[in-house]
């Protein structure tokens, strides 16, 4: 692997303190938080902010993916109840808050043609049912900033998609009082953000390091995948398309890979400790992109692009002390 190197990190560049402020991440499975944005999160955590993550669904449709694993019984008992042991494990080394939202895994389903979703799970039930728990969610959290996925999940598994979808619509109805009524008081939330946890500038500036090294790199295959996909713009690829958005938002997050890391390992069902996620090591990531990038969406508070902070025109000196 490439050597280390010594990298200066910019005081000016780092999370400022961030202390009255809050921040809900959407996501749709235990793990996801661990593989998009939790070196952010644990940031803003250590910088004083209130950070919690909601998970859609338990995971229940999810198998063992770890082939490091070992063989351990209760896998073959009830392996959700352990994931809801490790995402607790994996909160607590990102510092956040965690709820469940209560709905049940869609899976991800294969074949031609697709089968149809089981009856009753997440991506099955209607938007208004589903967007409901996460708008009394937010109104209970009262965040400034809500963050999920793309249009297209980041990838097109239906839980993602529609995680998506209600975090779009608690976005624009919990502030709302003629909606969702009884559910708590309405919380207007300043800030939608998408997450870019695949931003293909991120592998290409990770692959030539690799080779400026004169090392071989291991995102050779993904940098030709992002290649033939921006030649061809079609489902070649397995139903997997580029998002058009483009990154708005960098959070410099140096000194919070090895929480990022912990997380992750602590999905030990889910995550291979030697798999794609460690396939760079943390001194070449912080040499060459180290941040996590974000797609403004929304803002109903000024601010200015390109941005390097979340909570952008809600900090009160950015406000004339409002």
């Given at each position: 692997?490439?050597?280390?190197?010594?990298?200066?990190?910019?005081?000016?560049?780092?999370?400022?303190?961030?202390?009255?402020?809050r921040l809900l991440a959407v996501h749709a499975h235990p793990d996801d938080e661990s593989s998009k944005g939790?070196?952010?999160?644990?940031?803003?955590?250590?910088?004083?902010?209130?950070?919690?993550?909601?998970?859609?669904?338990?995971?229940?449709?999810?198998?063992?993916?770890?082939?490091?694993?070992?063989?351990?019984?209760?896998?073959?008992?009830?392996?959700?109840?352990?994931?809801?042991?490790?995402?607790?494990?994996?909160?607590?080394?990102?510092?956040?808050?965690?709820?469940?939202?209560?709905?049940?895994?869609?899976?991800?389903?294969?074949?031609?043609?697709?089968?149809?979703?089981?009856?009753?799970?997440?991506?099955?039930?209607?938007?208004?049912?589903?967007?409901?728990?996460?708008?009394?969610?937010?109104?209970?959290?009262?965040?400034?900033?809500?963050?999920?996925?793309?249009?297209?999940?980041?990838?097109?598994?239906?839980?993602?998609?529609?995680?998506?979808?209600?975090?779009?619509?608690?976005?624009?109805?919990?502030?709302?009082?003629?909606?969702?009524?009884?559910?708590?008081?309405?919380?207007?939330?300043?800030?939608?953000?998408?997450?870019?946890?695949?931003?293909?500038?991120?592998?290409r500036a990770l692959h030539q390091a690799f080779i400026e090294s004169g090392e071989d790199s291991p995102y050779?295959?993904?940098?030709?995948?992002?290649?033939?996909?921006?030649?061809?713009?079609?489902?070649?690829?397995?139903?997997?398309?580029?998002?058009?958005?483009?990154?708005?938002?960098?959070?410099?997050?140096?000194?919070?890979?090895?929480?990022?890391?912990?997380?992750?390992?602590?999905?030990?069902?889910?995550?291979?400790?030697?798999?794609?996620?460690?396939?760079?090591?943390?001194?070449?990531?912080?040499?060459?992109?180290?941040?996590?990038?974000?797609?403004?969406?929304?803002?109903?508070?000024?601010?200015?692009?390109?941005?390097?902070?979340?909570?952008?025109?809600?900090?009160?000196?950015?406000?004339?002390?409002?």
């Open positions: 692997m490439p050597p280390a190197q010594s990298h200066a990190v910019d005081e000016a560049s780092k999370v400022p303190e961030s202390s009255g402020l939790a070196a952010m999160m644990a940031a803003y955590s250590a910088a004083g902010a209130e950070v919690m993550v909601a998970t859609c669904t338990g995971g229940e449709a999810g198998s063992l993916l770890n082939p490091h694993y070992g063989d351990d019984i209760r896998l073959h008992r009830d392996l959700t109840s352990v994931r809801r042991a490790e995402m607790e494990e994996a909160g607590a080394a990102l510092g956040i808050e965690h709820r469940w939202l209560g709905f049940v895994d869609s899976g991800l389903p294969e074949g031609d043609p697709l089968p149809e979703l089981p009856f009753g799970t997440f991506a099955t039930l209607p938007l208004e049912q589903t967007a409901a728990p996460l708008v009394r969610l937010i109104r209970s959290f009262r965040p400034h900033v809500i963050i999920s996925y793309d249009e297209i999940g980041g990838y097109p598994h239906p839980d993602h998609i529609r995680s998506h979808e209600i975090t779009v619509a608690a976005y624009q109805d919990a502030g709302d009082p003629e909606k969702y009524p009884g559910i708590g008081e309405p919380w207007e939330i300043s800030k939608l953000y998408y997450d870019r946890a695949f931003n293909p500038d991120k592998y050779a295959d993904r940098i030709a995948w992002y290649q033939r996909m921006l030649e061809n713009d079609d489902d070649s690829s397995g139903g997997f398309r580029l998002t058009k958005h483009e990154v708005t938002t960098q959070i410099h997050v140096a000194d919070f890979l090895e929480n990022r890391d912990a997380a992750l390992r602590a999905h030990r069902t889910q995550i291979d400790p030697e798999g794609h996620f460690f396939m760079a090591p943390n001194d070449l990531i912080r040499t060459t992109w180290p941040w996590e990038d974000y797609v403004l969406i929304d803002s109903r508070v000024e601010t200015k692009l390109p941005e390097t902070d979340l909570f952008a025109g809600l900090r009160s000196d950015e406000r004339h002390g409002s």
